[in-house]
């Protein structure tokens, strides 16, 4: 399947390898949306929240102290917590295939990090992706719907800091609707995009209809130890969306 090209925000962008890296990869569309395809899920489909306008923004709490994100430096995300669905799994790496479009990750317990964006307490958007499910049985993002504003996500590094940050939205979008740029592109503040797909499976193509963003903003980075991610559990199956 082919999705359009977005057109690339005229606005820098600036993450890990600089502007150049986003008019790049957005000239080659970073839409998850297109590896929501190919195998089909034929028990059942998993309809979500319809997308909403805009997403909704968690007032910062002006008493409270942030580490300032310029003083996160850069560094590789290796695992990821998300206390209100009771998720802990370690991060494997994504970069782009050979004809342009986005990694994403080999297995359904393992989500990745996409490296061509800055990583987690950086200036821009960092961006995870995880499979929904498989032919099996749910995958390691198949509760991110039940996520809602003000739920925390923690990111470790390889350089010992914890990232955290906290929900604003979770929002579906058809596919045809992925907001590309929103999703990959600076905006100019720290954020972490998790991504995965959602909404009705399409018996008929074998593809689901939609994806679903949870998008986060940064609130605090410390030096402390990482704590170790929980195993990995088996996989149920060949990964099917994601």
């Not at 929904?132 to 719907?145: A, I, K, N, S, W």
Request: with cysteine; charged share 10%; hydrophobic share 40%.
């Amino acid at each position: 399947m082919h999705d359009a090209p977005v057109t690339p925000d005229p606005r820098p962008a600036p993450e890990k390898g600089g502007p150049g890296i986003w008019w790049a990869v957005s000239g080659v569309l970073l839409v998850v949306a297109a590896a929501c395809t190919t195998f089909g899920l034929r028990e059942h489909s998993h309809p979500l929240a319809p997308p909403v306008a805009s997403p909704t923004t968690v007032a910062s709490d002006p008493t409270s102290t942030v580490v300032p994100v310029a003083v996160v430096a850069h560094s590789v995300p290796v695992s990821l917590r998300v206390p209100a669905i009771a998720l802990s799994v370690p991060l494997s790496t994504l970069g782009l295939n050979p004809d342009g479009t986005v990694q994403v990750p080999d297995n359904d317990v393992e989500p990745g990090w996409f490296d061509l964006g800055p990583s987690p307490g950086q200036i821009g958007s960092a961006v995870i992706l995880g499979h929904v499910d498989t032919y099996q049985g749910p995958g390691v993002f198949f509760q991110l719907r039940a996520l809602v504003a003000g739920d925390q996500v923690q990111v470790g590094l390889t350089d010992g800091a914890i990232i955290t940050f906290v929900v604003t939205s979770v929002v579906q979008y058809a596919k045809a609707q992925f907001p590309a740029q929103e999703v990959y592109q600076s905006q100019g503040t720290s954020e972490l995009h998790l991504v995965t797909c959602g909404g009705v499976f399409d018996e008929a193509t074998g593809h689901y209809l939609s994806n679903v963003v949870v998008y986060t903003t940064f609130v605090s980075a410390t030096a402390a130890t990482v704590p170790p991610p929980a195993p990995a559990p088996t996989s149920t199956g060949a990964p099917l969306q994601i």
